[in-house]
Nanobody
């Protein structure tokens, strides 16, 4: 069993900053990738930022230069620092983790887990 616990959402004014955190716990052998997605009302869930096992990162074009994803391998955590927030960043943000539960699991078929979501609202 694996659990993801997110924290850090809230209400912020345009131009402000928030930091989201996600901690994974449970039966974890190793983590392949960690990511943050978001879903705004009436829209599809989209990938915001991703970091893989060698710390290579990838970002949604609209957040490049404003958001930074980081992970702590020892603690199985992933953070998303969000600066210069805009109203269009308003959404529920979800943590996503792809991991291996033991050494026998197929490298190309990691297990996929989602957090419960945390609301980020950017408004004056």
């Amino acid at each position: 069993q694996v659990h993801l616990v997110e924290s850090g959402g809230g209400l912020v004014q345009p131009g402000g900053a928030l930091r989201l955190s996600c901690a994974a716990s449970g039966t974890i052998y190793s983590i392949n990738s960690m990511a943050w997605y978001r879903q705004a009302p009436g829209k599809r869930r989209e990938l915001v930022a991703q970091i893989n096992s060698v710390h290579t990162t990838d970002y949604l074009d609209s957040v490049k230069g404003r958001f930074t994803i980081s992970r702590d391998v020892a603690k199985n955590t992933v953070d998303l620092q969000m600066n210069s927030l805009k109203p269009e960043d308003t959404a529920v943000y979800y943590c996503n983790v792809r991991l291996y539960k033991d050494e026998t699991q197929d490298w190309y078929r990691p297990s996929n887990y989602w957090g419960q979501g945390t609301q980020v609202t950017v408004s004056s």
